[in-house]
């Protein structure tokens, strides 16, 4: 009789969300690194925040504490989006001060800033 192999144990809630490391570009700064990580973060939690929301659609939880919890991940979401931007207007702006030109146009920047708002 083959005996059976052992299971591996289950990933830890820290394992799972553990944040891994940004991969660095040659051309991202520490801020850049650290804008990356702040996003990352927002967003892992907003994962975390809409996992609870399906748990609770799921066990047919009161409606109006579904969508307070809804609403707090739609918030987390936007607010990852407006780190994202605001670190592309600072590359830009670092990009004109150095001569160079920037990855995206100012009205590139607005058109994305209002997707949001």
Do not use: W, Y
Request: charge should be negative; proline fraction near 8%.
């Amino acid at each position: 009789m083959n005996p059976t192999p052992p299971t591996p144990a289950p990933e830890t809630a820290a394992a799972v969300h553990a944040a891994p490391a940004v991969p660095a570009t040659p051309a991202m700064t520490a801020d850049d690194e650290a804008a990356a990580r702040a996003v990352l973060n927002r967003l892992r939690r907003a994962q975390g925040q809409l996992a609870g929301v399906i748990a609770m659609v799921e066990e047919g939880r009161d409606c109006r504490d579904v969508v307070t919890q809804l609403a707090a991940v739609s918030r987390a979401l936007d607010r990852a989006g407006f780190k994202i931007i605001a670190s592309r207007m600072r590359e830009c702006m670092t990009a004109r001060e150095d001569g160079g030109e920037p990855k995206l146009s100012e009205e590139q920047l607005e058109k994305l800033f209002l997707t949001l708002a």
